[in-house]
């Protein structure tokens, strides 16, 4: 069974840090295109930032958190990272991963309409 586990959320002060954790079981990520995305109370699923698999590991990133979160692969763990830095109150949200097999889909994108196996949200809270 696929299935997709987040982990590392918490509270933080405004200007901390969190690395949020996406471990993959049943599959092997690095043949995926994986996506984390959030959904703040009363807004829609925003795409954040997103990896492409193994074969090109291309990389996008939404204007809102482009230069402060970086998106990252351990093959050997299985598992992709997002690490967080410089975060803001609007930050603030439920944070899910997702994935796409690469036979579906050439490279990630950050639209979460096009992946199929999503994990149970890890809550980020940036608040002083």
């Known amino acids: 069974q696929l299935q997709l586990v987040e982990s590392g959320g918490g509270l933080v002060q405004p200007g901390g840090s969190l690395r949020l954790s996406c471990a993959a079981s049943g599959f092997t990520l690095n043949s995926y295109n994986i996506l984390w995305l959030r959904q703040a109370p009363g807004k829609g699923r925003e795409g954040v930032s997103c990896?492409?698999?193994?074969?090109?590991?291309?990389?996008y990133y939404a204007d809102s958190v482009k230069g402060r979160f970086t998106i990252s692969r351990d093959n050997a763990k299985n598992t992709v990272y997002l690490q967080m830095n410089g975060l803001k109150p609007e930050d603030t949200a439920v944070y899910y991963c997702a994935a796409k097999s690469r036979l579906l889909l050439n490279v990630c994108v950050l639209s979460a309409f096009h992946y199929d196996y999503w994990g149970q949200g890890t809550q980020v809270t940036v608040s002083s």
């Open positions: 990896i492409s698999s193994s074969s090109s590991d291309t990389t």
